[in-house]
């Protein structure tokens, strides 16, 4: 088993910055990639940005590209995602997830273990 918790959610102005922390625990050696997902109101949950466990690769949704940064301590014990110049649009709760395959690293059923969610909130 992995135990994923996230922390670092609150309330933003448009154009402000966060950083969410995923704490990550238990088997980690089974591990191939975390990834960060959202799920806005009325929404279906939707990838963010994703990560190799070995550090080798990196994804991001297009509508986060170059806003958002995903990356992880040395320790591998955290893995964070950065957010800048937020918009309304991006308010969600944010769900950090580790999968232990290869396959579907920007899809819900590429990944095995979900904290619990941290809530984003962004103001105009």
């Known amino acids: 088993q992995v135990q994923l918790v996230e922390s670092g959610g609150g309330l933003k102005q448009a154009g402000g910055s966060l950083r969410l922390s995923c704490a990550v625990s238990g088997r980690t050696f089974s591990i191939y990639a975390m990834g960060w997902f959202r799920q806005g109101p009325g929404k279906e949950r939707e990838f963010v940005a994703a990560?190799?466990?070995?550090?080798?690769?990196?994804y991001y949704a297009d509508s986060v590209k170059g806003r958002f940064a995903i990356s992880r301590d040395n320790a591998k014990t955290t893995v964070y995602l950065q957010m800048n110049s937020l918009k309304p649009e991006d308010t969600a709760v944010y769900y950090c997830?580790?999968?232990?395959?290869?396959?579907?690293?920007?899809?819900?059923?590429?990944?095995?273990?979900w904290g619990q969610g941290t809530q984003v909130t962004v103001s105009s």
């Open positions: 997830a580790a999968g232990r395959t290869a396959s579907f690293v920007r899809e819900n059923r590429g990944y095995d273990y």
């Open positions: 990560l190799t466990w070995s550090g080798s690769g990196t």
